[in-house]
């Protein structure tokens, strides 16, 4: 999956971009607690371990599998 995906699906969530730091963003959601960070230039690959993290900490719907198929 690559970044901008990523970035894609936390918006759709309603996560907004609140901060970018180098190549890492920062997304905050009005309603859910803390802020999810997305590491990487827009067209970057990111690990599978990373997917499954930034899946966890935006409490995203269904599986990263999911949203790769």
Do not use: C, F
């Amino acid at each position: 999956m690559k970044v901008r995906d990523l970035i894609r699906l936390v918006e759709r969530e309603g996560w907004m971009h609140v901060a970018t730091r180098g190549s890492h963003r920062q997304y905050k959601h009005p309603d859910r607690p803390g802020r999810v960070t997305i590491p990487g230039k827009p067209s970057d690959d990111v690990a599978p371990g990373t997917i499954r993290s930034i899946w966890r900490q935006a409490n995203l719907p269904g599986t990263p599998r999911d949203a790769t198929r």
